[in-house]
């Protein structure tokens, strides 16, 4: 909550009389109470209260200024009880909403959540058109965590807006019952309460999009779904589903997808030579490109992109995605066309998104550099970066630097020797001189840093599955399965533990029966990730059920194109007959990436040349 601060100087109010000094001493104390997500759809009040407030100039008769003046006088004094009446009665004479609003502020400031309420219902009472009334009556109650209550003041909030200002409001419900414990008592409330709503053309997709999101909150992903479906049915151009939709792709929930694209079809991002924030339709469309890089389905990310950089040039955050994406492809001078473009809007936005962007912009200029062999200007660029939160990501790019010009033992020295400004920096020095390790393929020194982070954290679960990692590229495979087990039994839920072991198996064409139980319990644990389902699928090929095979790698591999999940469905298409086939999705896969071992251990096997 925010105070509400008097324009009157505390070194001067002693000189002012006693009705300006009442006036300074109320508007320094009065709250803003309603806030939260209701802001977001209206703000509550004003943040200064005028030293020319109507109820004071006008109408405070002396009795009443008398009353104010000794409820202030017994707040600051330590007895907010008696302040409180004292202003809830004077709110019942004046009828004001700044007066109830300070008995509500002295209720909450005292932790009397039941006074609180009894103040804001009064005030909804007796001001019947007052939406902040119910604003504080709906929020009290939710705080005293009672949403089955919260049925009539939700309607009547509704009922007195009209258009995008409804929207907005039925759009801030989700958040403002986030933190109520009974979830599925939320869910009945808010879903009667929208039943007006869910009727009308203009609001029927904002509803839909809330009553789904809170169906998600409750990992109830299907329902949601189904809402999100809803919504759209009702107003296929509306942002509002579509963003549920993007939060349902992000899940791996199948079918949210459509709900985005056709949303995108209905009603495309609009083209603007000048606009420097993005609409709702270029929020969907460029949140739509992240999953899509997320995804690794770099081209359809591509398409996006660029038709954002086409129809919006002065938006800033599609040129670095671009960037990053032409990097990845080694489209170094696209690359850095289109970093020069996202430096030169960034560098006209000091907020704090910006800084980030310009940091990741250095680092990938670096990164640019560095490939060019330029390491002079690739320091540079580095040495742009003064950020303490992105030191590290810069330090590891020069120990990179390094590396590559024979220097790892010095860049390995730079990296332990950065100070510890923060307490996860000694994990974190840890972590990024083993990965450093693993990019330049020194595997038994990757393993050995793992080690030594794992004694210094021993309950660290990433650190120890990254040295299970490494103990299999050194050959210790029973090190790696001793490992794996023993993450698995500290946490049971360790979809990664289960599929690597049980891959490791099925690569080595061991177990093979243990190895697919192990997959099958990561598929329970993480149904929807690719990655699992190409272990499933690449243990089904070793265990001679090609058919089953082929049918879980193209699903895996339509979910989310990778060159490992390539080469796997290459080889199966390969077995089968398929060689065109095989040959087409091993190409993909090159172009996904040119350089992965599975892919090219696979074709050098096969003897192929795609």
Same mark, same amino acid.
């Given at each position: 909550?925010?105070t509400l601060?008097?324009?009157v100087?505390?070194?001067t ?14 508007s ?8 939260? +997500? ?17 109820w /004071? ?25 008696t302040?409180?009446?004292?202003f809830?009665? +004077? ?12 008995a ?14 009894? +103040? ?9 058109d ?11 109650l ?12 939700l309607r ?7 258009g ?7 759009n801030?419900?989700?958040?403002a019952f986030?933190?109520v ?14 039943? *007006? ?5 203009e ?5 839909? @999009? ?6 998600l ?9 189904a ?12 942002v ?7 939060? /349902? ?7 949210a ?6 949303? /995108? ?14 609409s ?11 999953? *899509?890089?997320?995804l ?11 038709? /954002?950089?086409?129809?919006?040039p ?26 020069? @473009?996202?430096?030169g ?23 640019? #550099? ?22 590290m ?12 010009q ?14 510890e ?7 974190? %020095?840890? =972590?990024?001189?083993?990965? *450093?390790?693993?990019d ?38 029973d ?9 698995i #039994? ?27 139980a192990?997959?099958?319990k990561?598929v ?5 990730? #690719? ?7 690449w ?16 699903a895996?591999y ?8 390539a080469?796997?469905?290459?080889? =199966? ?8 086939? #095989?040959?087409? =999705? ?17 074709? %050098?096997r096969?003897?192929? @040349?795609?």
């Amino acid at each position: 909550m925010n105070t509400l601060h008097s324009p009157v100087s505390q070194r001067t109010s002693r000189l002012l009389p006693a009705r300006r000094l009442l006036q300074g001493l109320i508007s320094a104390s009065l709250l803003l109470a309603a806030g939260g +997500a209701w802001a977001q759809a209206k703000p509550a009040v004003p943040e200064t209260i005028s030293t020319e407030t109507a109820w /004071l100039n006008s109408s405070l008769t002396a009795p009443l200024f008398y009353q104010l003046l000794l409820g202030e006088l017994n707040v600051q004094s330590g007895d907010p009880g008696t302040g409180y009446s004292l202003f809830l009665d +004077a709110a019942r004479k004046q009828r004001s909403e700044e007066l109830y609003q300070r008995a509500v502020d002295i209720a909450l400031q005292a932790r009397s959540g039941d006074a609180a309420l009894t +103040a804001a219902q009064a005030w909804s009472k007796d001001l019947l058109d007052s939406n902040e009334a119910d604003r504080f009556v709906l929020q009290i109650l939710l705080a005293l965590n009672r949403p089955g209550d919260t049925g009539p003041v939700l309607r009547s909030l509704l009922k007195r807006t009209t258009g995008s200002e409804r929207n907005d409001t039925i759009n801030a419900i989700p958040l403002a019952f986030a933190r109520v414990v009974d979830k599925p008592l939320a869910l009945k409330v808010v879903r009667e309460s929208l039943a *007006l709503s869910l009727e009308q053309p203009e609001s029927a997709a904002a509803a839909w @999009t809330t009553i789904g999101r809170m169906e998600l909150g409750q990992d109830l992903e299907t329902q949601a779904l189904a809402s999100a479906r809803k919504g759209q049915a009702a107003n296929s151009a509306s942002v509002f589903p579509a963003l549920l939709g993007l939060e /349902l792709m992000e899940r791996g929930v199948d079918g949210a997808e459509a709900i985005v694209v056709t949303q /995108l079809k209905a009603s495309p991002p609009p083209a603007s030579s000048s606009a420097t924030t993005p609409s709702q339709q270029s929020a969907v469309a460029l949140t739509y490109a992240r999953i *899509l890089l997320d995804l690794q389905r770099n081209p359809e990310a591509r398409a996006q992109l660029e038709g /954002l950089t086409a129809q919006q040039p002065k938006l800033a955050e599609p040129w670095l995605l671009l960037a990053t994406l032409d990097v990845q492809d080694n489209r170094l001078p696209n690359a850095t066309r289109d970093l020069e @473009t996202y430096m030169g809007l960034a560098r006209t936005d000091g907020a704090a998104p910006a800084v980030r962007g310009l940091t990741q912009a250095y680092l990938l200029m670096a990164q640019i #550099a560095e490939k060019q062999k330029d390491f002079t200007a690739a320091n540079a660029w580095l040495d742009r970066i003064e950020n303490a939160e992105d030191i590290m990501a810069a330090q590891m790019r020069r120990a990179s630097l390094l590396a590559r010009q024979g220097q790892m033992k010095e860049a390995r020295a730079m990296l332990r020797n950065q100070p510890e400004r923060r307490p996860d920096d000694a994990r974190l %020095k840890l =972590v990024v001189e083993g990965q *450093l390790l693993r990019d330049f393929k020194a595997w038994q020194d990757a393993f050995d840093v793992y080690g030594e982070a794992v004694k210094r954290f021993p309950e660290d679960d990433d650190l120890l599955y990254d040295q299970a990692m490494m103990a299999e590229k050194i050959e210790q495979l029973d090190t790696m399965e001793q490992l794996l087990r023993k993450l698995i #039994a500290r946490k049971p839920d360790h979809h990664h533990a289960y599929n690597a072991l049980g891959y490791s198996l099925a690569e080595r064409g061991q177990r093979l029966p243990e190895a697919k139980a192990l997959i099958e319990k990561a598929v329970e644990l993480e149904p929807n990730d #690719a990655y699992i389902q190409d272990s499933l699928g690449w243990v089904e090929f070793r265990m001679g059920n090609a058919t089953q095979a082929l049918s879980i790698l193209k699903a895996a591999y339509t979910k989310r194109p990778d060159p490992e999940i390539a080469a796997h469905l290459g080889e =199966v298409l390969w077995s089968q007959g398929q060689q065109d086939e #095989a040959k087409r =999705v091993w190409r993909e896969g090159l172009l996904l990436s040119s350089d992965n071992e599975t892919l090219h251990a696979t074709l %050098k096997r096969l003897k192929v @040349t795609p």
